[in-house]
């Protein structure tokens, strides 16, 4: 598979998860763990690192989602609210193992390689894809190993980080196959039919 198809197929499916229910979010994560077994572990790595994030939409949505209160209690959540807030954790989720089949689909240079070729039709518009390309792969590197013990303090004191990275960036692109034309015209067709219902 092409990286630029993969970078469709993921788009799509991250679009799409705002518009399905359990089921369809279901499907999705299953379908994601059958084409890539090895995906659970860093799945559940990206959700338990999203913890907090997680608590803190689900109360932000059950609690400032209008409607009957729990027991009719002043304080409590709304059920309406926690419907909500259940649904919208659950999409987030299931977005956690849509981002852990991209990075195990396609690596730090199939990233940057699917971008380039994503870019490529912007060009004629002036943008210098070569720059924003090069500040992804610095991005993605710098993700790649968790900061150390105290960084936060010197980001805040305006000490910059020891920068460290590649000198030269390599690309290694591979030939759009009709195969990639498919699957993403079959990604595009999936999400508009969970857009529509």
């Not at 030939?175 to 969970?194: E, H, K």
């Amino acid at each position: 598979m092409h990286p630029s198809c993969a970078l469709i197929i993921w788009l799509a499916a991250v679009v799409g998860v705002q518009f399905v229910g359990y089921a369809g979010l279901a499907v999705l994560v299953v379908v994601a763990v059958l084409l890539t077994p090895r995906l659970v572990s860093r799945w559940w790595a990206y959700v338990w690192r999203a913890r907090w994030l997680l608590l803190s939409l689900w109360l932000i949505l059950a609690y400032n989602t209008p409607g009957e209160a729990v027991r009719d209690l002043a304080w409590a959540p709304t059920f309406e609210g926690m419907t909500e807030a259940n649904l919208q954790a659950a999409r987030l989720v299931a977005m956690l193992a849509c981002v852990a089949w991209l990075f195990l689909r396609l690596g730090h240079d199939g990233m940057i390689a699917g971008l380039w070729g994503l870019l490529q039709p912007v060009r004629c518009m002036g943008l210098d894809i070569e720059r924003v390309v090069v500040r992804l792969s610095l991005v993605l590197e710098h993700l790649q190993s968790p900061p150390e013990k105290g960084a936060w303090r010197r980001m805040l004191a305006a000490q910059p980080l020891p920068a460290a990275g590649q000198a030269v960036l390599h690309l290694r692109l591979t030939p759009w196959a009709l195969r990639d034309t498919l699957l993403a015209a079959a990604s595009g067709l999936i999400l508009m039919g969970a857009a529509w219902l």
